[in-house]
């Protein structure tokens, strides 16, 4: 058995029925910024329970309530939420974080460093810098944590 979180970022006001059916029967959504507007939280809350941070490019009245960076606990496990990697301001492996999860630079990457999973979905919204239509996934399981990054539109 395992928690699967859907990993969605930089939708910029687009949430493509594509994005929608993979995040369908996901367990959490964690949207790491760049969101667009209140409709796109709606509808991913909608999913199921949502955790978003706001994105540089994020304002308004709606983007107010959300933070830069949060802390998700999920069966135990630490997750630290940030828009931007290049704003990290503190070291995950002394925090004890078993995952840093990033977007903003539209382009998908997940590695690990010293114990700890770098995840970024890449961009799930408008087509930009000949980069392709990403989300992704990051399953808790019992040895710890796994995750794919899977391609919308190329």
Known sequence: MSTNIGVISDTHGLLRPEAVDFLNGC???????????ENVLL???SIAPTYAIRGNTDKGYWARELSDKDVLKIEGRLFYLIHNIQDLDLDPVAAEFDAVLFGHTHRPERFEKDGVLYFNPGS????????????GRISIVNSGLESEI???IK
């Open 124 to 135: 799930a919204g408008p087509l930009r810098f000949n980069l392709p239509t990403t989300i």
């Open 150 to 152: 899977i391609t919308l």
């Open 27 to 37: 367990d959490f959504i964690v949207h790491a910024g760049d969101i667009g507007n």
């Open 43 to 45: 509808k991913l809350q």
